[in-house]
């Protein structure tokens, strides 16, 4: 696609349910990233693929989050178990390779959890 | 671990005034670093890209320098517009988790 595209673009749920948030990279990039930011502060790194590994996930918060890209094109986000805490904006970025890549940013996924 | 500091955190000038953001990181061993903005309510927008082995580089009225051995990079805005009013945010690229900083909100009157 042109850009990097994410679905839903408004995610409103109730506490304790489970929530997956997509993302569709720029064709041809290899590297994604998820991020979240939360009101007033820079984008917090989560998880970081290549290709359809998960290279660094040392940025999820805790067991509830995880994230899969099993043809290392699109990627889903999953919550379990949503907490109120967890409201917040989820980006996705994707850039061609990691070494020298530029980062490209979706429009977001923004969450908010009753 | 990365560390990112950017000062101002937040400024406020007058149309046509030029400017610059400061952008700190405490790991040198970097691939690139990026600059962006970010308008409310939206994601972020690519600004500006500088490899390792660059100093500078160009966009417009946009200027980024990189200095990796000091851990320091600058965006250099001139003739600065309200249209410029928005968060910047700069993205050191490296081996490490990638962390961005707190952001310098930008605030241009007209």
């Known amino acids: 696609g042109a850009g990097v595209s994410q679905t839903p673009s408004n995610k409103v749920t109730e506490k304790g349910k489970y929530v997956e948030l997509r993302c569709d990279p720029i064709?041809?990039?290899?590297?994604l990233y998820w991020y979240r930011q939360s009101l007033g502060q820079g984008p917090e790194f989560l998880i970081y693929f290549q290709g359809t590994g998960a290279a660094d996930d040392s940025g999820l918060p805790n067991d509830r989050f995880f994230a899969v890209r099993p043809e290392g094109s699109v990627s889903t986000l999953k919550i379990q178990r949503t907490e109120r805490g967890d409201s917040a904006v989820y980006l996705c970025?994707?850039?061609?390779?990691?070494?020298?890549?530029?980062?490209?940013f979706g429009e977001g996924s923004r969450l908010t959890v009753l | 671990k990365q560390e990112v500091t950017q000062i101002p955190a937040a400024l406020s000038v007058p149309e046509g005034e030029n400017l610059v953001l400061n952008c700190s990181f405490t790991d040198s061993a970097i691939y690139n670093l990026q600059w962006f903005r970010q308008d409310p309510g939206k994601g972020l927008t690519s600004l500006l890209l500088i490899q390792s082995s660059q100093r500078e580089q160009t966009s417009g009225r946009l200027n980024a320098s990189l200095d990796k051995s000091s851990g320091r990079s600058t965006l250099y805005i001139a003739a600065s517009q309200p249209g410029d009013s928005a968060t910047y945010l700069c993205l050191p690229g490296g081996y490490q988790k990638v962390t961005f900083g707190t952001g310098t909100k930008l605030q241009v009157i007209p």
């Open positions: 064709s041809g990039h290899t590297a």
């Open positions: 970025a994707s850039s061609l390779t990691r070494a020298t890549g530029e980062l490209f």
